[in-house]
């Protein structure tokens, strides 16, 4: 059990719409499934249908893209409202969404903003968040972007904005582990400097990927397998956080369902295998 009480679910994927037809045929032993909040949203379709069905069946962990804790538009509480219903619902254990923006002035540009990092945006953030939880009754868990640029006015690193922000709010964190490595890629530091300074007792959940070049740059493009340097840090921050659950993202270029699982249980074996990785980073 983490510090909020949450479950320790084991290692999951996330739920396309490409493997209802298998899910629901083979009962597949898959410990949870992640969905996309937003695909599930203001709508009594199909998805929806399909949606409870599974979650009968296995538990469910939503995840979001259109919270934008970090923009100056006003909280949107019919998203929230929207949000909460959808929880109830499908009896979901958590929701996590990104520190990001997603748009201003009423106009969603559908990508994931990077913030600057400075005193003044982590206030805004916090007192966001803190806001988010009251209505929601939940700590809200954010996970850490990828970004391919940084922002000239930030006076914190991303580390430390996260771990201000947990300290303000008392919010969740998901650890993408492929992001860590695709901005410490892309803005030239050390992935391990970053997971060393983070506040584990707060980590939920965490992603690993897969991820594509684009000459000197790194995108985190979602598509497996997992390249070794993301399960190697994995294998670096899994025991700080014990009771974390896993979940393997795949969401381009999507193969059956049995490969995705497979991929997902590589977790399992990659920290068996290789417990060299696995040591105290904390400086």
């Not at 009968?56 to 100056?72: A, D, K």
């Not at 990828?146 to 580390?159: A, D, F, P, V």
């Amino acid at each position: 059990m983490n510090r909020f009480g949450l479950p320790s679910l084991g290692i999951g994927v996330g739920l396309r719409t490409v493997h209802y037809a298998d899910i629901l045929t083979h009962d597949p032993r898959i410990d949870w499934f992640e969905i996309i909040s937003e695909n599930y949203m203001n709508t009594r379709g199909r998805p929806l249908m399909f949606l409870e069905r599974i979650a009968e069946r296995y538990p469910i962990v939503m995840h979001g893209v259109s919270l934008s804790i970090g923009s100056t538009d006003p909280l949107d509480f019919a998203y929230l409202l929207e949000l909460r219903s959808l929880r109830a619902r499908v009896g979901a254990r958590w929701l996590s969404d990104h520190l990001c923006w997603t748009g201003v002035h009423g106009r969603n540009t559908h990508d994931l903003l990077p913030l600057p990092y400075t005193e003044e945006v982590l206030q805004h953030v916090a007192q966001r968040v803190r806001v988010v939880q009251d209505f929601l009754e939940a700590p809200l868990v954010l996970e850490n972007p990828s970004t391919y640029l940084e922002l000239n006015g930030s006076t914190l690193t991303e580390w430390e904005f996260l771990s201000a922000l947990v300290a303000e709010t008392q919010c969740g964190l998901l650890l993408d582990v492929n992001n860590v490595y695709v901005s410490a890629h892309n803005h030239g530091y050390d992935p391990q400097s970053y997971l060393a300074r983070l506040p584990y007792d707060h980590i939920v959940q965490f992603h690993v990927a897969g991820h594509s070049r684009r000459g000197t740059q790194l995108i985190d493009t979602h598509i497996g397998p997992v390249p070794d340097p993301v399960w190697q840090l994995l294998a670096i921050a899994q025991p700080q956080a014990a009771g974390a659950s896993l979940l393997l993202e795949w969401d381009a270029e999507i193969p059956p369902f049995d490969v995705v699982h497979a991929e997902a249980l590589r977790s399992r074996d990659y920290l068996q295998e290789h417990k060299p990785f696995v040591r105290e980073v904390r400086t």
